[in-house]
């Protein structure tokens, strides 16, 4: 199938972002083409094989945390548990934040297109891995009890098409849908 399909590198041209280019290296240097679900478990550290450990991306939650504390979108706090202490990284730009919960708000209710190969690529894909991280609901919990109900079954509706008819239709959305798939397996 097509979202379960391997990952075929286009461009290696460098993107400017650390973890991307690195991520960019990996994929060029795969003796065989991998597919979304391996390279999420690869790129995440979620896998054990032996064979792949030198395609992880090294603490990459730690560096995608380090990165957002530079663009002063979150903070670094230590917090005592108990026995031990933990790094911490709440949010530090509220407004940043609230940006993003207004633009997805917005994408499902005023801006609501019914269609996502007419969605806006980035606010599709923001959708899907607000999905995949299980925070959507929280997304759409300071709405008002209708637009909730409104809001959160148009975006069940979207996540619940069949992926790789979907990617099928739109180019460039390829990839989005794929992750989807990867996430809803």
Same mark, same amino acid.
């Given at each position: 199938?097509?979202?379960?399909?391997?990952?075929?590198?286009?461009?290696?041209?460098?993107?400017?972002?650390?973890?991307?280019?690195? +991520?960019?290296?990996?994929?060029?240097?795969?003796?065989?083409?991998?597919?979304?679900?391996?390279?999420?478990?690869?790129?995440?550290?979620?896998?054990?094989?032996?064979?792949?450990?030198?395609?992880?991306?090294?603490?990459?939650?730690?560096?995608?945390?380090?990165?957002?504390?530079?663009?002063?979108?979150?903070?670094?706090?230590?917090?005592?548990?108990?026995?031990?202490?933990?790094?911490?990284?709440?949010?530090? =730009?509220?407004?940043?934040?609230?940006?993003?919960?207004?633009?997805?708000?917005?994408?499902?209710?005023?801006?609501?297109? =019914?269609?996502?190969?007419?969605?806006?690529?980035?606010?599709?894909?923001?959708?899907?891995?607000?999905?995949?991280?299980?925070?959507?609901?929280?997304?759409?919990?300071?709405?008002?009890?209708?637009?909730?109900?409104?809001?959160?079954?148009? +975006?069940?509706?979207?996540?619940?098409?069949?992926?790789?008819?979907?990617?099928a239709k739109a180019r460039g959305t390829e990839m989005i849908w794929a992750v989807l798939a990867a996430f809803n397996k």
């Amino acid at each position: 199938s097509r979202c379960s399909s391997q990952v075929l590198l286009k461009s290696d041209a460098p993107t400017g972002d650390v973890l991307l280019d690195e +991520t960019l290296r990996h994929i060029k240097a795969t003796e065989t083409a991998e597919t979304v679900q391996t390279w999420i478990e690869l790129l995440t550290g979620e896998t054990w094989n032996p064979f792949k450990l030198q395609y992880q991306l090294r603490n990459v939650r730690e560096r995608l945390a380090k990165a957002l504390v530079e663009k002063g979108i979150l903070t670094t706090e230590k917090q005592n548990f108990l026995l031990f202490d933990m790094t911490t990284h709440p949010v530090s =730009n509220a407004s940043e934040k609230q940006r993003l919960v207004k633009k997805l708000q917005e994408s499902v209710l005023e801006r609501w297109v =019914n269609d996502p190969q007419r969605m806006e690529r980035r606010t599709l894909a923001l959708l899907v891995l607000a999905h995949a991280s299980d925070v959507l609901e929280n997304v759409f919990t300071s709405l008002a009890d209708d637009k909730y109900d409104v809001a959160m079954n148009r +975006t069940k509706d979207l996540l619940d098409m069949d992926p790789e008819v979907e990617a099928a239709k739109a180019r460039g959305t390829e990839m989005i849908w794929a992750v989807l798939a990867a996430f809803n397996k």
